[in-house]
């Protein structure tokens, strides 16, 4: 099983950045999927999550109105649209099957001018 996340980098203040994990070694198309963030120091926090067909999706208060989840069950890949973003949403950013509890390694997302 792996979930490998990509896309992070370092973006100015109201920038976008779009986050993806490629999943592999089991069925995606039949979990939901979320994506995670963490800070040093600070426990891990949810960002968003979707259903296994993608009809349903549920975001933190943070998130609302600037990231956007979705998944391509064909190219076996979720998806972290995020906009307009600030310092406080620098953090390593994971990927998560929900129902197996399996983690990707993370990508860094870091906001500074």
């Known amino acids: 099983v792996q979930l490998v996340e990509s896309g992070g980098g370092l973006v100015q203040p109201g920038g976008s950045l779009r986050l993806s994990c490629a999943a592999s070694?089991?069925?995606?198309?039949?979990?939901?999927m979320s994506w995670y963030r963490q800070t040093p120091g600070k426990a891990r926090e949810l960002v968003a999550r979707?259903?296994?067909?993608?009809?349903?999706?549920t975001y933190a208060d943070f998130g609302k109105g600037r990231f956007t989840i979705s998944r391509d069950n064909g190219k076996n890949t979720v998806y972290l649209q995020m906009n307009s973003l600030k310092p406080e949403d620098t953090a390593v950013y994971y990927c998560h099957c929900t129902a197996k509890n399996y983690w990707g390694q993370g990508t860094q997302v870091t906001v500074s001018s």
């Open positions: 979707i259903s296994s067909v993608g009809d349903s999706t």
């Open positions: 070694g089991f069925t995606f198309r039949l979990y939901g």
